[in-house]
């Protein structure tokens, strides 16, 4: 068994050795023969079929935390404050529902001054007393979540040692149906450094009924639990702060503190450099979108629709198309600000593949962002209605039993002229996806939707117009991808794995510092970890009121590609070139082991935005 502890501790040192010599990715060829190995209490015995060499070699990283947290330091920090906050629109309205949370200042945790640790001889905030937490994972699966798990748990137990975890199941409904597990050494040495959500899952339950919250306050009680980490998205995070108002006005003594989540990087602010996730999923999505444009130009024959996920914002399609330059890139925020609609689009569209096939090259790549139909401008306001008439009272068993005929009829018969316009020019195909169950956010689950193939068959038809008309000579021939799902659950980047246990670190720290209402905070992420810092940003700081489900409600507001934003302004400048040269650019895949300028860089678009 030693020998196998060796071979797995020196992975690193062999793997830069033999890139060096030979430049070929070792993760692949790395032989680790062994039948068992174990670090601390995990150990992997006999034939493990079901725990690939990588796992188990995942299983040694070891996440690198902000200074502040280094050895003891989740022991040993200041709490430093700062001015008091506003939200970023409708401040009246958000102070008059969040009383209690609204205004909370920003804070910084900072190494405790050698001074200062003599006197007070630990960290001043706490008597560390044993903590139970209860953590929930919460919305779509994002790359890193069990390291927020076991950053909080190796925390916890450095705080005192008798700390207990709760891991509540299936999202926030396992928090209402008291459903958990507790993690243990054993629980969390398995899942260190691994994808998925899968050790206690995730769901889509909205937190927000007075009947809900009492549940989770007599489950809390019943077992003890002093804080909550909710790990989620904006809409989670919503309702993270929601709920920490409501314990606050009721005078419990429960903390609610949130971790930024979700693959679409659209909950970010200054605060929130960025969602964690967001690195390992774009490098997933971009080594697929690299691999299909070496193919286009190999094969020459194809082009190669690939729409990627991304439900409001176009950070993944934007972040993609920075790392390969595809000939085509669709941004739903720029539809919408220079008020595009889908003919606008398809026309581009077909104008790159005219030109690049005045060129010989009837290939290509185009990137589409998954929530791009909900963008142009007739399609806003369709979507709008169809909301509206997905939560009227009068409709809803048509509209949440009927077959898809059944609810395409009563839609027809409910809509205004010019949304029906729109509607009938629809293939009944996608008609149907847009009519089907909303989230429960009363989202359309844009995931659903076809907008790849729907673009393509519009761009099919444009061009043969144009071959009528003589502006056109060349063959299109298409192939329609969509990635999302592939991205989600993918090993963590170093990047990902290092900021999940950060923040989960943070989420500690802000418990113990008896906080509430507050998202973990890890900044300077274009630069190594140890230059890293960590806080809490108040939640209702990021609270603006938007319509849902035909109701205007305080939400966390949605972070959007900005036309003037670095990464947006990198891909102007280069799209016409990408259009029709072929620069693509091919990432491969993430590597884990290796030179820190290869491995532990993280996305184009945060280089750009701190550049
Ligand atoms: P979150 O906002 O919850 O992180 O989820 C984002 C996302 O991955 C979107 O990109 C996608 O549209 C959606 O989830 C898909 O949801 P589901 O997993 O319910 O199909």
Known sequence: MNIVMNTLKSFNSNYVTAKRVNNTNLIMSNPIQADTFER?????????????????????????????????????????????????????????????????????FEEMSSKKAAKVGKNEHSDNKPLKVG???????????????????????????????????????????????????KKIDSIRNTGGFDVIGSGRTKLETEEQFEKVLDNCKKHGIEA??????????????????????????????????????????E?????????????TYSEIVGNIEKDAASAKKYWHFVKVMGRSASHVALEVALQTHPNVTLLSEEVEQKKLSLNDVVDYTAGVVAKRAEEGKNYGVAVIPEGLIEFFPEMKTLIGNLNDLAADENLQDVMQNGSAKDKISVTRQNLGEDDLKVFDSLPEAIQGQLLMDRDSHGNVQVSKIDTEKLIIQMVDKKLKDMKAEGKY??????????????????FPSNFDADYCYSLGTTAAALINSGKTGYLASVKNLDKKADKWTAGGTPITMLFNMEKRSGKNKPVIKKALVEMDSPAFKELQKNRKDWAVNDEYLIPGAIQYFGPSDVCDKTTKTLQLEHK
């Open 40 to 108: 601390t209490n995990v150990s992997f015995s006999g034939k493990h079929d079901n725990v690939s060499e990588l796992q188990q070699a995942r299983v040694h990283y070891e996440p690198k935390l902000p200074k502040v947290f280094r050895g003891d330091g989740i022991n040993n920090f200041e709490v430093k404050q700062g001015k008091k906050t506003e939200s970023v629109s409708d401040q009246k309205e958000i102070q008059r529902l969040f009383p209690e949370t609204y205004g909370q200042p920003i804070i910084e």
């Open 135 to 185: 953590i929930i994972l919460s919305g779509g699966q994002a790359p890193g979540g069990h390291n927020v798990i076991t950053g909080l748990y190796d925390s916890l137990k450095k705080i005192n040692p008798k700390s207990e975890l709760y891991g509540f199941l299936g999202g926030p409904s396992g928090l209402v149906d008291d459903k958990y597990i507790k993690f243990d050494d």
């Open 228 to 269: 909550i980490t909710i790990v989620g998205g904006d809409d989670s995070n919503t309702n993270a702060a929601v709920l920490a108002e409501w314990l606050k006005a009721k005078g419990e003594n429960i903390n609610v503190v949130g971790c930024p989540k979700t693959i679409d990087g659209d909950l970010k602010n």
């Open 271 to 283: 605060q929130i450099e960025t969602s964690f996730g967001f690195d390992t999923a774009t490098k």
């Open 473 to 490: 000579n060349g063959k299109f021939s298409s192939q329609a991808h969509f990635v999302g799902y592939e991205g989600r659950c993918a």
